[in-house]
Structure formats: structure tokens, C-alpha cells
């Protein structure tokens, strides 16, 4: 079975301290997520990571505090987290680029949800995946918008509950409880790995 690693908004606003709209406890699990990614590569699965990329006003800023801002520090992901082979995809319908011989697509977004990328479909064509591996920050936004979207395409989706991170641990467990009974899979990075 053809098989997509999600990494999904791993980036350094979001998972160290310093960050603008950091996610507590997220740099813990910055290994576990390079882990996962290198795993992929290795497997010869492409992993699939989503990125804030946003103007300096963004009108989500008006919800959230400004982060992600291309060119900042705090939009990048950490290095631990790229393949050597990768390609940005912008959000614009009509993007130019080619998926041959990439291992990471960098998925650019400005909303939280990564199907608000106009190119996320013809990526999701070309992958030909029938199971997606998903996890990164954060667990009951951005995560969940990825994971149930998946569902709803019909794909086999398992979320890896120890290489991701909430704002509100409560909401967290309403999403797993949501994505369980839409038919989604729970795992650990430990059973993925293995």
C-alpha cells in the first residue's frame, strides 16, 4: 500500500519556546518528528509537510497572534525536520513545479486548513497514496483539519498520538475521539518506526 508521511505545520513559531505562537511542549517532539520524516525517506514514502507562509497582515491575525511570516526565522522548520530533496508548492492555483524525484513537498498555506492549498489535490493525484501517516502541532486545529480531510477522501489515516501537540489538551481528545469515529487510526511513532 502506498503510504504519505503528513508533517504537518512542524515549524519553529509553533514548536520552541521563543516562538510566536508557541505550542507548549512541541519542542519535545521535534526528534520524533526528524525521526518519522528520515523513516519515510528511507521507506521510499514521501512525506507531505504543510507550512504557514504569511503576509504581515494576514487576516488571520485578527484569530491568532502573528506567526509564520515568510522570510522570519520563526517560519522556517527546523532543519532536523527537511529532507535533502524537497520542493515548495505555493498555494496559487496555477503553481509551476514538478513532484519527480522530491521526497518532501513543502505545502504552503495561509489558512489553517491545508486543503485551502489549490494545488493540494493535483499533490494528492500525483502521490497516489491510499494511507496517510499524520501528526505535528497543532492537534485540534491544523492537524485536525489534514487528518479528517483525509478521511473524507476516503484514504486510510492513522494519526500518531506522541508526535503531536495541543493549545487545549481537552479539544485534543474531542478530535481523537472525532477522527476515531470517522475511521481514522490512532498509532504511536514507536509502532510506525518499527
Given amino acids: 500500500m502506498n503510504t504519505v508521511f503528513v508533517d504537518v505545520d512542524t515549524q519553529i513559531d509553533f514548536l520552541f519556546p521563543a516562538g510566536a505562537l508557541y505550542v507548549p511542549g512541541a519542542e519535545r517532539i521535534v526528534s520524533r518528528i526528524a525521526r518519522l520524516n528520515r523513516h519515510a525517506a ?5 512525506v507531505l509537510s ?8 494576514d487576516p488571520e491575525f485578527s484569530q491568532w497572534p502573528a506567526h509564520c511570516v515568510v522570510g522570519t526565522v520563526g517560519q522556517h522548520k527546523p532543519d532536523s525536520t527537511l529532507l535533502d530533496e ?3 508548492v505555493r498555494s496559487t492555483y496555477g503553481a ?6 522530491c521526497l518532501q513537498i513543502l505545502l504552503e498555506k495561509q ?12 499533490v494528492l493525484d500525483h502521490l497516489q497514496a491510499q494511507r496517510f501517516v499524520v501528526y505535528g502541532v497543532v492537534t485540534e486545529v491544523c492537524v485536525r483539519f489534514a487528518a479528517l480531510g483525509l478521511l473524507r477522501l476516503g484514504k486510510l489515516v492513522e494519526l500518531v498520538t506522541d508526535a503531536t501537540r495541543s493549545l487545549d489538551e481537552t479539544k485534543a ?3 481523537f475521539r472525532e477522527f476515531t469515529a470517522a475511521g481514522g487510526l490512532l498509532t504511536t511513532a514507536a509502532a510506525v518506526l518499527q
Avoid at 42 to 46: D, E, I, P
Fill in 111 to 122: 489558512h489553517l486548513d491545508v486543503f485551502s492549498n489549490a494545488n493540494l489535490q493535483f
Fill in 96 to 101: 509551476v513545479f514538478s513532484l519527480d524525484s
Fill in 173 to 175: 481528545e474531542e478530535m
Fill in 50 to 57: 504543510s507550512v504557514d507562509a504569511h503576509a504581515e497582515n
Fill in 42 to 46: 528511507r521507506t521510499g514514502c514521501a
Fill in 86 to 88: 524537497r520542493i515548495v
